[in-house]
């Protein structure tokens, strides 16, 4: 028997489920995640598990929910392009304001007459995308505008929606199921729009109706002798019809509700969906900007005479007429569908569907048809499969459903308590403590010290101390503070950023502070040295202040040097380092000279191709003494810019150097010319 991970693996299809699972199946008829979806107050959502943020490709997808719009999302991504949606935006709006929500079904109602597309923009773009953010916006400000032309003064609650419901819309948009092989806290949600009416209102049987319209995977096909592929029979294959329409795009398919079976890279099989037909049409019918399609800004403001207007009329047209013949030429099929899937907002779009015209296919009192009950971007062929696979999908939730309904009840009480108060009163922002006058002098003297030993300021340093009274053990405030981890006390700032010797040496001669104090790390003020002289600073100090004065062996400070000691050390690695540029320098100028060698050698070899062996001096003035800047340029010729300033500059050196020489022995120079 496989366990509740092995059955939680793979993706779980609504049509195809394991048969350990469906043998299990329970119908969950008091759920506490079910009624707070369902409810029309403003309630926090409940916390996620770790499982379900950030879950891998592949794995089962997780629940999400909107408490403002009752709606459940698929995935976070989902969620989030409904937070970008027209529909949260206008209901947050409505909340801002104290007044009713509204349905998904109700804010359709209220957007048909501005026939405006509110699908959101999908992640890949065209030169002729005009569904901008810009458009979104005058969506929902225009839809805002009419609200308060609508609104009377006898309606102070502000709800002109009306008060008739819909069918479903009041109920939640998932069934819930429990397994006795999954964990108790695990249920199991099927969309309800992939049932039809009479099973939903029979919800004791709803079980056995997942029983009946369990699908076995298809093989795949077989291929003709001539090597083709028959299409699947349409007629006996149960599939649905999906269509989408807005902003001058288009998009339909038909799929088939029996998985296709396929092998695996690694070996495994594969269940895939099967698409019998599809098609995609996109026509510039929008108004770049100003949003909307053209015939409705020409019914409220008149025809437009430009060449864009004249474009976007004829596109209108030929769009119903290609959405029209194809809906014709998948007559058949769309008869024969289960289910009819169709998002179309806006007036014009619902009419380029819905009709009424000759040889209408669709129909609005079509018992099959549905609406996506999840927010859907633009209509294309991998928008309409990525809903396909969403509502086919069973959805895991793993919530603890005690812990839900306990939130729920506080939530509830929560409100009621918000509502007993007087109203827009902001809530007091919560107080800092005071600091005391001992704080605040603590924080300027951190301030000031950090800024000398930053600035190298030894006598100020000196200054600064003794004129407040700073004991030799002194730590920065608030010593608990994160930024004073490493150097908590001024000796270990000063050791940490390599200060100057006198700065050190007034820290611990003149000051006297304690080299044997710790940071955090449990490290002394020499051991966060950098460089000789910082380290050669405190061997000086210890040789100065005696072996008595501190545990030096405690701070980690070698035995004391002297300050004569020090300074012919630094003045012998200052030698060392003069001799080696020096050397660097001379293998440099070594190294370029060798460089102009070749570049000459290979001047001549050319001279020698061009003009024959032995006759370049003969023919150009043999014995003219050619100047400097030619003899130069000579030089430099074939080389790179790099090299040849490396060249100048070598030479300007050399020129300096026999400049001082010269100088230096001018005196005996002179009187021996005399």
């Not at 069918?167 to 309800?192: A, E, H, Q």
């Not at 890279?265 to 019998?276: I, K, P």
């Not at 010797?501 to 001669?509: D, F, K, S, Y």
Request: aromatic share 4%; net charge positive; charged share 30%.
């Amino acid at each position: 028997m496989a366990s509740s991970e092995d059955l939680l693996r793979r993706p779980l299809y609504v049509f195809d489920l394991p048969r350990q699972l469906l043998d299990t199946l329970q119908f969950k008829d008091d759920v506490p995640a079910r009624e707070a979806e369902s409810s029309q107050e403003e309630r926090p959502p409940p916390p996620s598990s770790p499982k379900q943020d950030g879950s891998p490709e592949g794995s089962p997808a997780p629940t999400t929910s909107c408490a403002f719009c009752g709606l459940t999302l698929g995935n976070v991504k989902s969620q989030r392009d409904h937070v970008r949606s027209d529909l949260h935006g206008y209901n947050l709006k409505q909340k801002m304001r104290g007044l009713t929500t509204v349905t998904e079904v109700e804010f359709d109602k209220l957007v048909g007459d501005l026939d405006e597309s509110i699908s959101g923009s999908d992640s890949s773009t065209s030169d002729e995308d005009e569904e901008t953010d810009n458009d979104r916006d005058s969506t929902l400000t225009a839809l805002l505008k009419r609200q308060a032309k609508l609104s009377t003064p006898d309606a102070n609650d502000g709800d002109f929606v009306t008060k008739k419901r819909k069918r479903g819309s009041g109920r939640p948009p998932m069934l819930w199921f429990k397994s006795s092989v999954l964990p108790t806290n695990t249920s199991l949600g099927v969309y309800r729009a992939l049932l039809t009416d009479v099973e939903q209102a029979d919800q004791s049987n709803v079980v056995k109706t997942i029983h009946d319209r369990q699908l076995s995977p298809k093989p795949p096909p077989i291929l003709n002798p001539d090597g083709g592929v028959a299409l699947p029979n349409t007629t006996t294959n149960p599939h649905i019809f999906l269509c989408m329409i807005g902003g001058g795009h288009f998009a339909g398919m038909i799929v088939s509700l029996a998985p296709k079976l396929s092998k695996r890279s690694t070996g495994g099989d594969e269940r895939q969906a099967t698409v019998l037909a599809h098609k995609t049409f996109h026509r510039y019918t929008t108004r770049r900007k100003q949003g909307g399609a053209q015939s409705a800004n020409d019914a409220s403001k008149g025809a437009a005479h430009s060449a864009g207007s004249s474009l976007r009329r004829y596109n209108e047209t030929a769009l119903i007429a290609d959405i029209r013949g194809l809906l014709a030429e998948w007559k058949t099929r769309i008869d024969t569908a289960q289910l009819l899937f169709v998002r179309a907002s806006g007036t014009t779009n619902r009419r380029t569907l819905f009709g009424p015209y000759d040889g209408q296919i669709l129909r609005t009192n079509d018992a099959r048809l549905r609406s996506f009950p999840f927010s859907t971007r633009r209509a294309t062929q991998a928008e309409l499969m990525r809903a396909f696979v969403e509502l086919t999908r069973v959805k895991i939730s793993e919530v603890d459903e005690a812990a839900l309904a306990a939130a729920a009840v506080a939530a509830k009480d929560e409100a009621n308590l918000k509502n007993i108060a007087p109203p827009n009163r902001p809530t007091p922002p919560p107080t800092q403590p005071k600091p005391s006058d001992a704080e605040i002098e603590a924080l300027h003297h951190t301030t000031q010290l950090q800024a000398l030993i930053r600035r190298s300021k030894a006598p100020a340093l000196i200054t600064y101390f003794t004129t407040h009274h700073l004991p030799p053990t002194y730590h920065f405030h608030p010593s608990s503070a994160q930024q004073y981890h490493h150097a908590p006390t001024p000796l270990h700032l000063a050791a940490s950023i390599n200060s100057p010797p006198p700065v050190l040496a007034a820290l611990l001669t003149k000051l006297h502070l304690d080299p044997t104090l710790l940071n955090d790390d449990g490290k002394t003020a020499f051991e966060l040295a950098g460089d000789r002289p910082t380290r050669d600073a405190f061997r000086v100090a210890r040789h100065d202040l005696g072996d008595d004065r501190w545990d030096w062996e405690a701070a980690r400070v070698p035995p004391g040097m002297s300050r004569a000691e020090a300074d012919a050390r630094a003045e012998r690695d200052r030698k060392d380092a003069e001799t080696k540029e020096a050397e660097r320098r001379r293998g440099e100028v070594e190294r370029l000279e060798e460089m102009e060698r070749e570049a000459q050698r290979r001047n001549g070899e050319v001279r020698e191709k061009k003009m024959g062996k032995g006759k370049v001096m003969g023919v150009i003035g043999m014995g003219a003494e050619k100047s400097a800047q030619e003899k130069r340029e000579e030089e430099a010729r074939g080389l790179t810019p790099e090299m040849r300033m490396k060249l100048e500059r070598e030479r300007r050196a050399r020129a300096a150097e026999e400049r001082i020489r010269r100088m230096g022995g001018g005196v005996g120079g002179g009187g021996a010319g005399r």
